[in-house]
Structures are given as C-alpha cells and as structure tokens.
C-alpha cells in the first residue's frame, strides 16, 4: 500500500511538473497534498523496512542502537506532520473551491490560497517538532498502538497514571483531524455542488433561449 501511495504522489507531482497544459491552482493545491501523502507514505515505508524492535530492545548499548532509535523518532515527526498536512490539504482544496465557485472573488480567494501555505505547512510542522521536543516519539511495545513503525509513546510503554493522557494526545493529534476535516467538508461540498448545479442550469436556460431566439430570427 505505501509503495502505491508514493507512486500515486509521484505521478500527480510529475505530470503537474512536465506538463504545463494542466496547471492550475486546484492542481497546485493538490500537488501540496500529495507531497503530504508522500511524506506519510514515505515514513511508513521506512518503519516497515526497518527493524526497530530488533535493534532499539534488543541492544542494550551502542551507537547502532542510538541511530535506530533517532530513525525511528524521525520517521514519526515525518508520519506526523505527513498525516496532519494531508488532512489540512484536503480541507484547504475544498476551501479553495468553495471561494472560487461560490463567492467569485479572485483576490479574496488569492488570499485565502496564501493562508492555506502557512497553515497547511506551518502548523504540522509546529505539532511534529513540538511532540519531538517533548519526547512523546518512540517504538510503542504494545502493537495495538503501532503498526509495525514508530508513533506517539502509548501503551505498554506507558505508566499507568500517563496512559490516560497519552491516549488523549494521541486523539488530539490523529483523530480530531479526520473528525474536524469530514465535518467541515460534508456542507462545503454541499453548497459547492449547490452552487456548481444552478449554474448549469442557469446556463443551459440561456442556451436554450438563444437558440430559440435565433431559430426565430431565420
């Protein structure tokens, strides 16, 4: 799965590269998202190569242990800022979208596409490096919390007074951005459809009624 996911991402952030024809910025903010999606897939692809548990529990000293353990610390600010960014991505093309179809303002929307960079990149980045800072990465025991590769610190590997918090953070980190992304999307999309159906409709009436005028005019 990783391995299609990156050539996925590749195959966007190439064709948007080499062919000019179809550059646009819905293309452009999906190129962001993609490279977002190849950062995550990139680091999971990295946890399954790696053997973490060999070498983090299994040595007890030395330099080869210290490298996998800062691999497997960065391998998870990857995944983290790759799955916030991913999230944020999306909800900033609906956003784009919604701006541009429904309100028509260009240099509304041009700002609202600058807000996007900075927030899209800027706060992952800021979630990552600060869960980094305060060593909640590791290489989890307990595989209910990890995949194979390494996450948030939770589980066996926690005390029992901390495994409350942990999970907490764990929420706050992963789920409420899948929760706040589909929330927020769900009426965007709605009112974009909306908007994008009167349209047409507008358009085929005027369609029609130029025909006829000029059928009328022969």
Same mark, same amino acid.
């Given at each position: 799965?990783c391995?299609?996911?990156?050539? %996925? ?8 590269? #080499?062919?000019?024809d ?5 293309? @452009? ?7 977002? !999606?190849? &950062? ?18 299994? @040595?007890?000293?030395? &330099? ?5 353990l800062?691999? =497997? ?11 916030? %960014?991913?999230?944020l991505?999306t909800?900033g093309?609906?956003?784009?979208? /919604? /701006?541009?179809i429904?309100? %028509? ?10 807000v996007?960079y900075?927030? =899209?990149?800027?706060?992952? #980045?800021y979630?990552?490096?600060w869960?980094?800072? &305060? !060593? ?10 990890? %995949?194979?590769?390494? &996450? ?9 007074? @901390?495994?409350? !918090?942990? @999970? ?5 980190? !992963? ?18 459809? =909306? ?9 085929g009436?005027?369609?029609?009624f ?6 009328c005019h =022969?």
């Open positions: 799965m391995s299609l996911s990156i050539m %996925g991402s590749l195959a966007i952030i190439l064709s948007y590269i #080499l062919i000019k179809i550059r646009s910025k819905a293309r @452009e903010l999906l190129v962001h998202l993609s490279i977002m !999606d190849l &950062t995550f897939s990139g680091a999971n692809l990295i946890g399954i190569i790696l053997p973490y548990d060999r070498y983090i529990f299994h @040595e007890a000293s030395g &330099t080869v242990r210290d490298n996998f800062w691999a =497997c610390k960065t391998q998870a600010v990857l995944a983290v800022y790759g799955t916030i %960014g991913s999230f991505w909800l093309l609906a956003v784009y979208l /919604y /701006y541009r429904v309100s %028509g303002n260009m240099k509304l929307t041009k700002r609202v596409v600058r996007l900075v927030v =899209c990149y800027i706060l992952p #980045l979630v990552a490096l869960l980094l800072m &305060t !060593d909640h990465y590791g290489y989890p025991l307990d595989e209910e919390y990890s %995949g194979g590769w390494c &996450t948030l610190l939770a589980g066996s590997n926690a005390p029992e007074s @901390e495994r409350f !918090d942990l @999970e907490l953070l764990i929420f706050m980190v !992963d789920d409420i951005w899948i929760l706040s992304t589909f929330i927020a999307m769900v009426p965007i999309y709605l009112i974009v459809h =909306c908007q994008v159906r009167s349209e047409v409709k507008e358009y009436r005027q369609f029609l130029s025909s006829g005028e000029n059928t =022969c």
